[in-house]
């Protein structure tokens, strides 16, 4: 029995491929993936993809076995020459052996046992408090963007009129961006996400090569700005990110990489779900009815609308001995890509894993990750997607697809570039 290839990123701007991840469940839990060369990337050494939820949740969970470090948490290998640079984000580190916990001498440069020290530093800039403060600017602005949309006409397109922009204005308000500077964060978060995508015209290197968009010459223009931006917020402090990381004990190198971090995860992730939540919901007008009457909560049907349409498609670890995984022995040094939106439709773990039911509990969706590296954004996430579908209950008539959406070409981020929405 063949394979399945859930490599190729042009797959994904068809919609999830449902069929493969089932097979690969079902008879290749651990399986190999070709690195073909595609989109004028060049072929890899490929990979074992990993999609039952069980096994998902193992990976995430062991970083001794299986490291964000060793090769970073894309499925392209990083230049090497920029591994070292990469590394100093802390998604792409893993927590202190045990008997190393220690902190490291102050000014030392630290190596791979940064990520708890970092994860506890920046944690304090994302407490409930602060961005729950975050709550009534962006229902203000659900409701203004929704009710401009649907006052345009019967039909409208979802993410140039709603959610795109709700999802950036509201990552720069909880960063403390300033009004003026917030059309650069788009075109940053673009740059590094849709490099896959057609859409976006590639930035070539000398050789004609594409440059890789996470390198250190494409980031200094957005480091720049962040190390302006914490020098103005320690001169004028407000109740923002920005002021409490740069006020805090992160070094500069610390923050500026952060800023990135912070921007490309907490941007696109999101305006991935939001149009991913109204495509289900437009394609259920059944559920769509019962979140209208008030049977469900909100907050419950986030969550089944985040298992249905995981903004995230795949994280990649590194194997650092040879390991068991479902029968399988991975080898040291073996890439291991996890597939969120497969562990999310295991019928090991989810009755009808293919029927939306927004009153879903318990929910054990993987869509935030598991581990050490759960997503530190993940109530901010969740309090923009519940506030912009509460705010549509009241500003949106039913309404239904318009036409199919179009979606992003990446095996990374499950994107949609386009939702057209009918309105009744
Ligand atoms: C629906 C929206 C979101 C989804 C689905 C999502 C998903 C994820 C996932 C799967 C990870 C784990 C990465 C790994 O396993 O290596 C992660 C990590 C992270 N996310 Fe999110 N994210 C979302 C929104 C956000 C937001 C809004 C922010 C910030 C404002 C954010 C900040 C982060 C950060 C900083 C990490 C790295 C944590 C670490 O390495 O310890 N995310 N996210």
């Known amino acids: 029995m063949t394979v399945p290839d859930v490599f190729d990123p042009r797959i994904y701007a068809r919609g999830l491929p449902h069929e493969s991840f089932r097979m690969l469940r079902d008879h290749h839990p651990v399986a ?23 096994d998902v949740v193992r990976v995430l969970k062991d970083p001794a076995a299986f490291s964000s470090h060793l090769g970073a948490t894309q499925i392209r290998d990083p230049d090497p020459a920029d591994l070292p640079f990469i590394r100093r984000m802390m998604l792409n580190q893993d927590p202190a052996p045990r008997a190393a916990a220690a902190p490291a001498a102050p000014g030392t440069r630290e190596g791979p046992s940064d990520h708890g020290r970092l994860r506890r530093l920046v944690s304090r800039a994302f407490t409930p408090r602060r ?17 401009a949309a649907r006052d345009g006409g019967d039909t409208f397109d979802l993410v140039e009129a709603v959610t795109d922009d709700y999802a950036l204005l509201n990552l720069a308000d909880l960063l403390g961006v300033p009004e003026s500077d917030r059309s650069l964060l788009l075109e940053w978060t673009e740059r590094v996400i849709a490099y896959q995508d057609p859409d976006e015209p590639p ?130 040094g073996d890439k291991v890509v996890v597939f969120h939106a497969s562990a999310n439709h295991d019928e090991r773990v989810f009755d009808e894993p293919h029927r939306l039911d927004l009153s879903r509990t318990p929910n054990l969706h993987v869509s935030f990750g598991d581990g050490p590296h759960i997503c530190l954004g993940a109530h901010f996430a969740r309090l923009q997607l519940r506030v912009l579908h509460e705010e549509a209950l009241t500003a949106l008539p039913p309404y239904a697809p318009a036409a199919p959406p179009r979606r992003l070409v990446s095996n990374f981020i499950n994107g949609i570039k386009s939702l057209p929405l009918l309105l009744d």
Request: a positive charge.
């Open 32 to 54: 190999w993936q070709e690195e073909y060369e595609v989109l004028g990337w060049p072929a890899g050494p490929g990979f074992w993809a990993v999609t039952r939820h069980a």
């Open 203 to 332: 930035v070539l290197g000398p050789d004609g090569a594409p440059v890789n968009p996470r390198s250190p010459a494409m980031l200094r223009e957005m480091f720049d700005y962040a190390r302006q931006l914490a020098a103005c917020k320690r001169r004028c402090p407000a109740d923002d990110v920005m002021t409490s990381l740069a006020t805090g004990e992160l070094r500069e190198d610390e923050l500026e990489m952060f800023f990135f971090l912070l921007t490309v995860a907490g941007n696109d992730t999101v305006r991935s779900a939001a149009p991913g939540g109204f495509l289900a919901l437009a394609e259920n007008p059944a559920q769509q009815r019962r979140l209208r009457s008030g049977d469900v909560d909100p907050g419950t049907a986030v969550e089944e609308l985040l298992r249905n349409h995981p903004p995230v498609l795949s994280f990649r670890r590194t194997a650092t001995r040879d390991t068991l995984i479902a029968g399988r022995t991975v080898r040291a």
């Open 131 to 147: 961005v729950d403060r975050f709550a009534a600017t962006a229902r203000t602005r659900a409701r203004r963007l929704l009710t």
